[in-house]
């Protein structure tokens, strides 16, 4: 059966909607053959849908102390807490436990496992604090039962190889925490995978050339340990090498969790056509961000003409991954603040409808069946209309306007991904030996 694309969608939700209004109450005046469904049928449609759905966020990240104020919301609380979770409808939340980047060395890579272990610890002690609705999931069906008793299922995320000090075996460490998504790349390359954003020197300022040309012999045994575990494995922020050699090394799908479409907004840190059509080809999940430096084009004249005088004003170098990079290298809070700001005026607004053109480009290209939505909340991350959580409904509503039907509604906001995990869970569960 060919594809359903938005487009040709579209006709059929209005449709749907104009004969669900010749039954209205006789109070309501019932809609013409071509007359478009009203703006409250319009909501009472998305809101049903939303609460049939398994919203799941596929990527975000954990507060600790060390978290940078204006990654959060105003009042200095966490766009994923509890209370904007229940608020949004959501029904699970990869949290990462994410590490950033830094000199690849032992003392190095001690420190980042150290970072690690208090995120891991962090999570935990968030569930244990609000058990009445949160709950740590190791499983697809943990997932959809706690979603059943009227909970948010915390779901843990891993990123970032240099946590685990050169050592594969300590994959099967966060694996038995409750790790079941796993990414070995951040920032900058590790000992195991290449970063589509090469660390930058600042001494030298140089850029550290490709260190494996992908993955390293370390990372193609990492993919494996995932696999055998059965972990989901996660390519976002990899280069392109690394991605393409990922998915040619996992024998499950892998997930993109928080990437967008480079073709529109040309950070590397998106996807390449390449590396979507090989991702859907395996059966693979994107997981669209609302993260506004990687959903606008910032390549119009304009734009990259009021980048380039914020970063020379900042000191900083002109050839850059996205715009932003290297603004966590500025010493001073005053010069980083007044960079960040004026990057954020360059770019100009992003909101839900330039995040859906991400995950329209995604569908026409590869299919409903891969992609997702994954926030990256508590980094950065937040656009018009979807700064937290408890604005997941706007999402939703804006699938509706643009012409997706329910059930493939219910494939991006969770079903996807859960569809991914249940594959990795089989894989692993095939391949023990019999005891």
């Keep these: 059966m060919p594809q359903v694309t938005p487009l040709s969608r579209r006709s059929f939700v209005a449709l749907a909607f104009a004969l669900s ?178 660390f930058h020197d600042p001494a030298s300022k140089q850029y550290e050339p490709d260190a494996h040309g992908g993955l390293s012999a370390l990372g193609l045994a990492a993919i494996d340990r995932i696999n055998a575990l059965g972990g989901v494995v996660d390519v976002s922020q990899a280069s392109k090498a690394a991605t393409l050699a990922t998915i040619a090394r996992s024998k499950t799908p892998v997930i993109a969790s928080h990437s967008n479409v480079r073709a529109i907004s040309d950070a590397t840190r998106n ?76 770019l100009g607004p992003a909101t839900i409808d330039t995040m859906i053109d991400h995950i329209d480009y995604i569908v026409k290209r590869i299919g409903i069946d891969h992609v997702g939505i994954g926030t990256d909340f508590n980094h950065g991350s937040g656009i018009e209309g979807y700064d937290d959580a408890s604005a997941s409904f706007a999402v939703t509503l804006g699938l509706v306007r643009r012409g997706y039907a329910a059930e493939d509604i219910k494939k991006i906001w969770g079903g996807n991904f859960l569809r991914v995990m249940r594959q990795a869970e089989a894989a692993a569960a095939k391949a023990e030996p019999s005891q």
């Design 21 to 198: 209004l010749v039954s209205c109450a006789p109070a309501e005046k019932a809609a013409g053959p071509d007359q478009a469904p009203s703006e409250a049928a319009i909501v009472e449609s998305a809101r049903a849908i939303h609460q049939e759905s398994l919203a799941l966020d596929a990527h975000a990240d954990i507060v600790v102390p060390s978290t940078a104020a204006n990654f959060l919301s105003a009042d200095g609380s966490s766009k994923v807490s509890p209370e904007k979770l229940k608020a949004g409808g959501v029904g699970a939340v990869v949290m990462a436990i994410a590490v950033g980047p830094g000199p690849r060395t032992r003392e190095d890579d001690r420190k980042a496992r150290a970072e690690a272990d208090e995120k891991l610890a962090a999570i935990q002690v968030l569930a244990a604090a609000n058990a009445d609705t949160v709950t740590i999931a190791r499983s697809a069906d943990e997932i959809l039962a706690i979603r059943a008793s009227g909970k948010t299922a915390l779901i843990l995320g891993f990123q970032n190889a240099r946590a685990l000090e050169g050592q594969v075996a300590a994959i099967d460490t966060f694996y038995e925490a409750g790790v079941r998504v796993f990414a070995l790349n951040h920032l900058a390359h590790n000992d195991f995978s290449d970063s589509s954003r090469p």
């Design 271 to 346: 996807l390449s056509d390449e590396e979507i059509d090989r991702i859907g080809q395996t059966g693979g999940v994107i997981h669209v961000a609302p993260f506004t430096a990687y959903l606008v084009n910032f390549s119009t004249p304009e734009k990259l003409e009021a980048i380039r005088k914020a970063r020379s004003a900042a000191g900083l170098p002109e050839t850059y991954s996205y715009p932003y990079e290297l603004y966590w290298e500025l010493p001073d809070p005053v010069a980083r603040e007044l960079f960040t700001t004026s990057i954020r005026e360059a």
